[in-house]
């Protein structure tokens, strides 16, 4: 297969001067393609003395929006995706490529909880994440938001639409291709310290992956979300009725268990018409 290994940068240059040269050696014939997020520091500098291909972006427009660059510009059958910061191992590649060979579509590097280099509070946010995800596709999902996998490019095109220019990317890929039917698969990967300062900001970036949680119902099935919320707030109107019944000893609907059943029946009704649009997401994903 033709290979083709993405690596968005935004200030890079230390990670990018360890990987880039174990890249060349291991995969002589792959398409290396760095795409610089508006650096401030020498990444550019460091790219052209490993002789690898360059996607420049004029300022930074997130990791997001990186991924979507080097994926329109790659060339490969198969893209590669990892970070630039010397986390993952060039070694590791091997791992997704033998996963492909099985007929997979996409193969994501899973980390394991005491690999994972994030802080306690992003291990746990991850691991709800891989909870809640596995979920709802019924099936375990190792790892949601691993930024180390390889795709089939032509598949990965059909969903660039809905990635957001931000971090969350891994999350959004990995369920559209539950969505749509492809094979996801995922191996083991081990990861490393990250070399120079991490671009994530707990405040900032903490409420965008809290909004992930909802974003994994909107692309895979709304329904399977609001249904049991729909269930659960009606439920309580009518044990409002029957407490306000039993206490009062006449059968009448007060203002709150009216209010209550009227909002589970409208929280139903809405993801019945976001199950419908999330179908119309998809209706366009056949491989081209």
Request: aromatic share 10%; hydrophobic share 45%; charged share 20%.
């Amino acid at each position: 297969m033709k290979l083709s290994i993405v690596i968005p940068a935004k200030d890079e240059e230390q990670g990018l001067a360890l990987t880039l040269p174990k890249l060349s050696a291991a995969y002589p014939e792959a398409e290396i393609l760095v795409v610089n997020d508006g650096s401030s520091d020498g990444t550019a500098e460091v790219c052209r003395q490993h002789g690898v291909q360059v996607v420049e972006h004029p300022y930074s427009k997130g990791n997001g929006a990186a991924i979507k660059s080097g994926a329109r510009a790659a060339s490969g059958e198969y893209i590669v995706f990892m970070d630039g910061d010397g986390q993952h191992d060039p070694a590791d590649i091997a791992k997704l490529l033998y996963k492909v060979e099985e007929g997979y579509d996409m193969v994501v590097g899973a980390r394991s909880s005491r690999d994972d280099q994030a802080s306690l509070a992003r291990w746990s946010a991850n691991s709800l994440y891989n909870w809640l995800a596995s979920w709802m596709v019924n099936r375990k999902i190792d790892d949601l938001t691993s930024g180390f996998r390889i795709v089939r490019r032509s598949k990965f095109l059909n969903f660039l639409y809905l990635l957001p220019n931000g971090f969350s990317y891994p999350t959004t890929s990995t369920m559209a291709f539950f969505r749509a039917g492809y094979s996801v698969g995922f191996v083991p990967i081990s990861v490393s310290k990250r070399l120079g300062k991490s671009h994530i900001n707990v405040l900032r970036d903490g409420v965008r992956f809290f909004l992930i949680i909802f974003k994994i119902g909107t692309l895979y099935s709304p329904l399977k979300v609001y249904f049991p919320v729909a269930v659960m707030v009606a439920g309580l109107g009518v044990a409002n009725y029957v407490i306000a019944n039993i206490s009062s000893g006449t059968l009448r609907f007060t203002n709150m268990s009216t209010l209550l059943i009227l909002s589970g029946m409208i929280i139903f009704l809405i993801g019945l018409l976001s199950e419908q649009l999330t179908n119309l997401q998809y209706k366009d994903s056949e491989e081209e």
